[in-house]
């Protein structure tokens, strides 16, 4: 903190997060590695002020904390010299160090965030002051945050901002900020700064000197930060306030305007650019209202710990407050400035479009499996008429009904109810066709990027060749259907070594065309009278549309409309089947296994998706390296199935793919009713 008037003055910085509602984070991670950082600056860098061997020493130690491994941030080792401009080196040149970290993203627009690591030159011993309030707690917090945002992809650049010497003039920040270029102040988003987090009674957010124009207005422009960063404490359940203003006696104004602070090294950059202060005093505790006195906590002489080195320690810290207060506010204050990096970053926003177009993919191989469905009652017609011995030329109706239960990686279980009714032509024994309209409802459960109810009808054409002696058969579908859909999209962002940050649901309705055609030729060799077997060959194409739909409520953050999507998959499979027939108290049964490996032509996965944001508003794309990850993969089947008579035909089909990626598992019971 940089001394104001006095010795005994200095500015703080704070903001509190706790967790609630669906940002769930665990409450034991954050903050440990915050609180390590900070511990270590007291413990092992006292004495640390301007100049010194020890300051240059804990710049050494702060670039070593905010370099994270396997991170592709840069990180730099600024040096800087400059005249101290005041204090008992007033007038000497000075040299010290800004550490800098670089968390690069896509466009030219910057967040900058500081904390000062150097400690005062104030009171008598200030070569043991320990200053872990001001500022080892604002560097470990600076520190967590770079560990926190490593390796989460960005939209806006973050820099990172260990700041040197800021004690005495707040030269650090200024030397930095002397270094920006017009367009790279042209695009900064903001800068937030961490100053004493650990003394003062309440957590505040301020804005800066700019916050009001001449006329005394708000200026939104320069007060969003700080607004944001309010929003986010009122929905983690945190008392976040801002510096209410009260004028001291005497004076015609307050000291600093309602919402705004003052005195570190945000002070830097608020000529041209917004700020963001968090600081932990009392603005409420007069006798000027000023920030300056810190508590009224009685365990704490004068109300305030700043540059004294007897208070400003562990050993004085921990014994007025408590070792719990200091791991709180560690914990609070990088739970609610990590989610504030997060959403001025757009990281959020990356995050819900990857998982905009995860729900595209698994919506589209949801509905890919549902046409496939579909054509399991025309397979289903296939074996029937296999069992019948009657030739039944003309014109037939017949209605199928059938449940399905199944489970795969995309849902813990999900159960289909379908129908269909249909007409059919015999042209000659072996060769019938037939038109129909279906229906289903499929509910999945434990879906998190998906679909959780499907509701379809459609129409389906089939033909059929073959019949119960023949020995080339070929079963034909096409079907067309309508969806109606519910969907489900989950998105999570964690830290790298798994801190939740966001874990929002949204949930959603939209429409989609599915065309699709199946077509299985296959030819057996009659073993015995009951016995065939022989091998077949199956295609299958499916042309998925799904309409563009909004997906989250629009005071969400990761809230999208997601345009319209179009795929198309294509898979072959060759395979061998091995049936064998019999009676059952005088009722024909068939048991058929089908053996199948199936090569993916075309997976009908999209690798890229346009979506707007309803938090900015902006149109982007979203693009998928790699979305291809079952080119070939087996499929086992067995099924038994009964002509209980002339006019009834029941079901069991069991079916698994297995040496895949994305497991499938089902299970059908069905009957048909030929009339």
């Given at each position: 903190m940089a001394i104001k008037l006095s010795q005994l003055t200095l500015s703080v910085v704070t903001a509190l997060t706790a967790i609630s509602g669906t940002q769930a984070v665990a409450e034991s991670a954050y903050g440990a590695y915050g609180e390590e950082t900070a511990y270590t600056l007291a413990r092992d860098y006292a004495g640390r002020y301007t100049g010194s061997d020890m300051e240059s020493a804990a710049a050494d130690y702060m670039q070593e904390r905010m370099t994270i491994a396997g991170s592709p941030n840069t990180v730099e080792n600024r040096a800087f010299n400059f005249i101290a401009p005041r204090g008992i080196f007033k007038g000497e040149d000075m040299t010290s160090h800004n550490i800098v970290v670089t968390q690069k993203g896509t466009t030219d627009k910057t967040l900058y965030v500081g904390a000062h690591y150097d400690s005062a030159v104030a009171y008598q011993g200030y070569e043991n002051l320990q200053a872990l309030d001001d500022n080892a707690s604002g560097s470990g917090v600076l520190a967590e945050l770079t560990k926190n945002l490593s390796g989460i992809e960005v939209e806006n650049n973050v820099e990172f901002v260990a700041f040197g010497a800021e004690e005495g003039g707040l030269n650090g920040s200024k030397a930095f900020v002397s270094n920006l270029t017009d367009a790279q102040k042209a695009s900064a988003l903001g800068m937030i700064n961490l100053d004493s987090l650990i003394t003062g009674d309440n957590m505040y957010a301020n804005a800066g000197r700019n916050a009001y124009d001449a006329?005394?207005?708000?200026?939104?422009?320069?007060?969003s930060l700080r607004d944001n960063a309010l929003r986010i404490a009122k929905e983690l359940g945190i008392n976040l306030q801002i510096n209410p203003g009260i004028t001291a006696d005497g004076e015609p104004e307050p000291y600093r305007p309602e919402g705004v602070g003052c005195c570190s090294d945000q002070d830097s950059f608020d000529s041209v650019m917004q700020v963001a202060g968090f600081e932990a005093t009392n603005w409420s505790l007069g006798?000027?209202?000023?920030?300056?006195?810190?508590?009224?906590?009685e365990e704490i002489e004068g109300g305030y710990t700043w540059h004294d080195p007897?208070?400003?320690s562990e050993e004085y810290l921990v014994a007025a407050l408590g070792a719990d207060r200091i791991s709180q506010r560690m914990t609070n204050f990088s739970r609610i400035i990590t989610r504030l990096i997060v959403e001025q970053s757009n990281a959020d926003i990356i995050a819900s479009n990857k998982s905009a177009i995860n729900l595209q993919n698994t919506t589209a191989s949801q509905l890919e499996t549902s046409a496939t469905s579909s054509h399991a009652a025309i397979l289903q017609r296939a074996n029937s008429v296999a069992l019948n011995d009657a030739s039944n030329e003309g014109f037939?109706?017949?209605f199928d009904a059938s449940q399905t239960y199944a489970d795969a990686d995309v849902s813990d279980s999900s159960n289909t109810s379908q129908i269909g009714l249909f007409g059919e032509y015999t042209a000659n024994p072996a060769w019938r066709m037939g038109l129909g309209l279906q229906a289903a409802n499929q509910r999945n459960n434990g879906v998190e990027n998906g679909v959780k109810k499907d509701r379809s009808y459609?129409?389906?054409?089939?033909?059929?060749?073959?019949?119960?002696?023949?020995?080339?058969w070929n079963t034909t579908s096409v079907n067309y259907a309508k969806h109606d859909l519910d969907t489900t999209r989950d998105v999570k962002l964690d830290t790298n070594d798994g801190l939740n940050i966001i874990n929002n649901t949204h949930q959603a309705s939209t429409d989609a065309d599915v065309f699709g055609a199946y077509n299985e030729l296959g030819y057996n060799f009659s073993v015995e009278e009951k016995v065939k077997h022989g091998a077949f060959l199956g295609l299958n194409y499916t042309d998925i549309s799904i309409d563009g739909y909004t997906s989250g409520d629009t005071d969400s953050r990761t809230a999208l409309a997601i345009n319209d999507t179009d795929s198309d998959s294509f898979d072959a499979e060759v395979g061998y089947q091995v049936q064998y027939d019999f009676d059952f108290k005088g009722a024909p049964v068939k048991?058929?296994?089908?053996?199948?490996?199936v090569n993916v032509i075309e997976d009908g996965a999209i690798d890229s998706l346009t979506t707007t944001s309803l938090a900015d508003g902006q149109l982007r794309t979203v693009k998928l390296g790699q979305t291809d990850n079952d080119e070939n993969y087996g499929r086992f089947g067995l099924n038994l199935s009964s002509n209980v008579n002339s006019d009834v035909h029941v079901y069991l089909n069991g079916d698994t793919t297995f040496a895949r990626d994305n497991q499938e598992s089902a299970i059908q019971v069905g009957l048909q009713y030929q009339f």
């Open positions: 006329d005394g207005n708000p200026v939104a422009s320069n007060t006798p000027d209202f000023d920030g300056y006195v810190q508590t009224d906590n007897i208070k400003d037939k109706a017949w459609g129409v389906e054409a089939y033909s059929l060749l073959g019949n119960k002696n023949s020995s080339w048991l058929q296994g089908k053996l199948a490996y």
